[in-house]
C-alpha cells in the first residue's frame, strides 16, 4: 500500500472506525467510517482477535477480526490493524490474508517487538510504530491548558532525536505521532528515511490544519467528516 501524501492531501484514517459517532471497534463504527468517506480504516485487535481497545476490556457489540474484515473487503479501502500487546502478530497476519486484504493492510502497535516480527513474517506489508505508548488512553482526555502544553513542548523538541532512534531500533516502515508531538523537523526527518508520518489523533480542525501544513501523510481521526470537510477548505 503507497502511503505517501504526495501532492494530494492526506490520507484520512477513521480512528477505530469513526469513534465519534458510533461506539469505537465495532460494526456500526466501521460503518460510520466509510460512510463518511475515509481511506482507510484503522480499529484496534486484542489477543484473542476481537475488536477492543485493552486486553480483556468488554467492548459492547464487540465483533471479530473477521467479521471486520469481512465488512471492509467490499469497499476497497485500507485496512489499519493495531496491535494491542506483541504475541498474536501471526494471526492477524493469518486473518488479513484468509480476506485477501494483504496489498490493502497495514499494522500498527506501540510494541517494538511487534513491529520486528511483522517484519520477518510479511516484509512487504506496512508497519506503523505508535509513540507514545497509549496504554491508558491519555490521548483521549483534554490536555490542561497549562500543563498539557508544556508536557507537549518538551516531547516536541525530543522528538527530532527520538524519531532516528525509533526507527533504526523498531525498522518500521510508518511512523504514527500524537499529533501534539509533530514537527516539521520529525516529519522531515522521518522523510529523509523514506518513511510516512501519520498524526493521531486529530479531532478538532484546528488540529488537522496544523498537521497538515507540517506535512504529514495522514491524520487520523475520531470524527473523518470533520478531517474531510477541514481539508476541503483548506
Not at 505508535?130 to 490521548?139: A, E, F, K, M, N
Request: charged share 20%; hydrophobic share 45%; glycine share 6%.
Amino acid at each position: 500500500m503507497d502511503l505517501w501524501r504526495g501532492s494530494e492531501r492526506p490520507f484520512v484514517i477513521g480512528h477505530r472506525g469513526a469513534a465519534s459517532v458510533a461506539p469505537e471497534n465495532t460494526l456500526a463504527s466501521l460503518e460510520a467510517a466509510v460512510a463518511a468517506g475515509v481511506d482507510i480504516v484503522e480499529f484496534d485487535l486484542q489477543p484473542d482477535l476481537r475488536l477492543g481497545h485493552g486486553p480483556g476490556e468488554l467492548t459492547p457489540d464487540a465483533i471479530s477480526v473477521d467479521e471486520a474484515l469481512d465488512y471492509l473487503r467490499l469497499h476497497g479501502l485500507g485496512v489499519q490493524l493495531d496491535l494491542k500487546l506483541p504475541g498474536y502478530e501471526a494471526e492477524a497476519l493469518a486473518a488479513v490474508r484468509r480476506h485477501g486484504l494483504e496489498e490493502r493492510a497495514l499494522f500498527s502497535t506501540a510494541w517494538p517487538a511487534t513491529i520486528r516480527e511483522l517484519a520477518r513474517l510479511a516484509p512487504d506489508v506496512p508497519r506503523a510504530i505508535g509513540y507514545p505508548r497509549d496504554q491508558y488512553r491519555v490521548s483521549s482526555l483534554p490536555w490542561p491548558p497549562v500543563a498539557g502544553r508544556a508536557a507537549a513542548a518538551v516531547g516536541r523538541a525530543a522528538m527530532p532525536v527520538r524519531v532516528p532512534v525509533l526507527l533504526r531500533r523498531t525498522g518500521a516502515t510508518v511512523l504514527a505521532l500524537h499529533h501534539t508531538l509533530c514537527t516539521r523537523s520529525s516529519v522531515r526527518i522521518a522523510h529523509a528515511r523514506q518513511v510516512p508520518v501519520f498524526a493521531w489523533t486529530t479531532n478538532t480542525p484546528a488540529a488537522v490544519r496544523r498537521v497538515v501544513e507540517l506535512g504529514v501523510d495522514a491524520v487520523v481521526t475520531d470524527d473523518p467528516r470533520m478531517a474531510l470537510a477541514t481539508l476541503n477548505a483548506l
